[in-house]
């Protein structure tokens, strides 16, 4: 599975980014990308990476962590094999590199909010685009 993540830049404090991520490839199971939960990480300077959103294979259920809940919106189109993370209100804290991860293990069919929050239990990983917030 290979993943493109791309979409991030400088902006200031209030405005919005749409990341996204192209997915490509198979697991070694043999499983497309319409069957994966998806998820998307950040990263900022000094600090372990952290769960930002999740969201399930069918694209029905989704899950943001608290600290961007109301802002930030994950989404997913089978048809072009993206995963997006629309991010509106933006802050100086959501500075980081974000990367979109994908689960070629766990169920197809499994919860958004019963995906894990661990980094390492992700299979498949972007190569980051960083988004930097200034006040």
């Known amino acids: 599975v290979q993943l493109q993540a791309s979409g991030g830049g400088s902006v200031q404090a209030g405005d919005s980014l749409r990341l996204s991520c192209a997915v490509s490839?198979?697991?070694?199971?043999?499983?497309?990308?319409?069957?994966?939960?998806m998820a998307w990480f950040r990263q900022a300077p000094g600090k372990e990476r952290q769960f930002v959103a999740a969201?399930?294979?069918?694209?029905?259920?989704?899950h943001v962590t608290d600290s961007v809940k109301g802002r930030f919106a994950v989404s997913r189109d089978h048809a072009k094999n993206t995963v997006d993370l629309q991010m509106n209100r933006l802050q100086p804290e959501d500075t980081a590199v974000y990367y979109c991860?994908?689960?070629?293990?766990?169920?197809?069919?499994?919860?958004?909010?019963?995906?894990?929050?661990?980094?390492?239990?992700?299979?498949?990983w972007g190569q980051g685009t960083l988004v930097t917030v200034s006040s």
């Open positions: 490839g198979r697991a070694p199971s043999g499983r497309l990308f319409n069957r994966y939960p």
């Open positions: 969201i399930s294979w069918s694209g029905g259920s989704t």
């Open positions: 991860a994908a689960d070629s293990v766990s169920p197809p069919n499994t919860p958004a909010q019963d995906m894990s929050t661990i980094p390492s239990n992700y299979q498949s």
